[in-house]
């Protein structure tokens, strides 16, 4: 009897397990974005690439020297997490900067994987700054970022 009873405990065990992994990998990852525009002009979004099917809020202007926050995140189960969004000035629309978030479950580590990136708009000449870093959890795919946007 004690055998049977064992038998079911390992069998309990291995399935909690199994659903705790399963849940890691099926959480929405996605997080905030706390943008500062440090720049002396307006900045309108002239484009994002976030899927239609996450939700999301950006915002379509910041006012200059001000914060906003912007959320996105992946909906239904989905490991992967991948977009980018751009701001420009509201005259002229020469200077700017687009920032571009990539968060993949890696089955082998039962991790989420990380990567921020930030680039100028407007060429080589364009006095810009742009920089993000990120807090991540590397357990749910969750993170806040922090876009910063200067220079002009």
């Not at 239904?76 to 420009?88: A, C, I, L, P």
């Not at 006095?127 to 910063?148: E, K, L, Q």
């Amino acid at each position: 009897m004690s055998r049977r009873v064992s038998r079911t405990a390992v069998f309990l065990s291995a399935a909690i397990g199994s659903l705790a992994i399963a849940g890691a990998a099926s959480a929405d990852p996605g997080g905030t974005y706390l943008i500062t525009n440090n720049a002396t002009v307006p900045l309108d979004r002239i484009a994002e690439s976030f899927s239609s099917s996450y939700k999301k809020t950006i915002p379509l202007k910041i006012p200059a020297r001000s914060s906003t926050t912007a959320r996105a995140e992946a909906q239904y189960g989905e490991t992967v997490f991948v977009g980018t969004f751009m701001y420009r000035e509201l005259v002229g629309q020469t200077r700017g900067c687009s920032f571009t978030t990539v968060v993949t479950y890696n089955r082998a580590t039962r991790k989420y994987m990380f990567t921020f990136s930030s680039a100028v708009q407007g060429g080589p000449s364009s006095p810009a700054t742009c920089s993000i870093t990120a807090s991540r959890d590397v357990n749910t795919g969750r993170f806040t970022a922090y876009p910063v946007i200067g220079g002009f």
